[in-house]
Antibody
Framework: EVQLVESGGGLVQPGGSLRLSCAAS????????MNWVRQAPGKGLEWVSY????????YYADSVKGRFTISRDNAKNSLYLQMNSLRDEDTAVYYC????????????WGQGTQVTVSS | EIVLTQSPATLSLSPGERATLSCRAS??????LAWYQQKPGQAPRLLIY???NRATGIPARFSGSGSGTDFTLTISSLEPEDFAVYSC????????FGPGTKVDIK
């Protein structure tokens, strides 16, 4: 069974940092491109960042470019999101999401981790 | 950035009724569009990809259609477990999601 389990969320002050992790199991992690997607309270989903299988291709949403860094460790079956210079508007549930191999959409999602930026 | 708009914002229906949800793109996304279902406190689930293909394990009562800028998700006969929020997502240029349509019980 495919499992994605996020961790690392919490309450942080504006300007602070957090590092999110996503532990993958039940599939060959190194074969899949991965993403972070977030959802602010009462809002729609917002794609945040993408990383290819070998980390050679990385994309960010404009809203987080220069502040967030995505990375992965295929030996540990793990995906990460380093978030710096956090703002109030970064408050959201953060999901890691797998992009399918034949279906180029987000075919598996974790349950999410809450990030709250507030003073 | 390609903007997706969804209508209606809320659809109030009874079990057994047909649901028709719309997603419109600010420019053509060809058929690079997906639909997701999300229930409160849960992660989204992929229903339809490339506008009209059902994802693995998705019941046949869910169908998608459209191309270019106008897309439709149809649920032929609502089951109790179908009351949820439905979001569309494009992958033609980057990745963007629509704001969602909530299907609730009338």
């Amino acid at each position: 069974e495919v499992q994605l389990v996020e961790s690392g969320g919490g309450l942080v002050q504006p300007g602070g940092s957090l590092r999110l992790s996503c532990a993958a199991s039940g599939f060959t992690f190194s074969s899949y491109n991965m993403n972070w997607v977030r959802q602010a309270p009462g809002k729609g989903l917002e794609w945040v960042s993408y990383i290819s299988t070998t980390s050679s291709i990385i994309y960010y949403a404009d809203s987080v470019k220069g502040r967030f860094t995505i990375s992965r460790d295929n030996a540990k079956n793990s995906l990460y999101l380093q978030m710096n210079s956090l703002r109030d508007e970064d408050t959201a549930v953060y999901y890691c999401a797998r992009r399918g191999l034949d279906v180029y959409y987000f075919d598996s999602w974790g349950q999410g981790t809450q990030v709250t930026v507030s003073s | 950035e390609i903007v997706l708009t969804q209508s209606p914002a809320t659809l109030s229906l009874s079990p057994g009724e047909r649901a028709t949800l719309s997603c419109r793109a600010s420019q053509s996304v060809h058929t690079y569009l997906a639909w997701y279902q999300q229930k409160p406190g849960q992660a989204p689930r992929l229903l339809i990809y490339d506008a009209s293909n059902r994802a693995t394990g998705i019941p046949a009562r869910f169908s998608g259609s459209g191309s270019g800028t106008d897309f439709t998700l149809t649920i032929s006969s609502l089951e109790p477990e179908d009351f949820a929020v439905y979001s569309c997502q494009q992958r033609s240029i980057g990745f963007t999601f629509g704001p969602g349509t909530k299907v609730d019980i009338k």
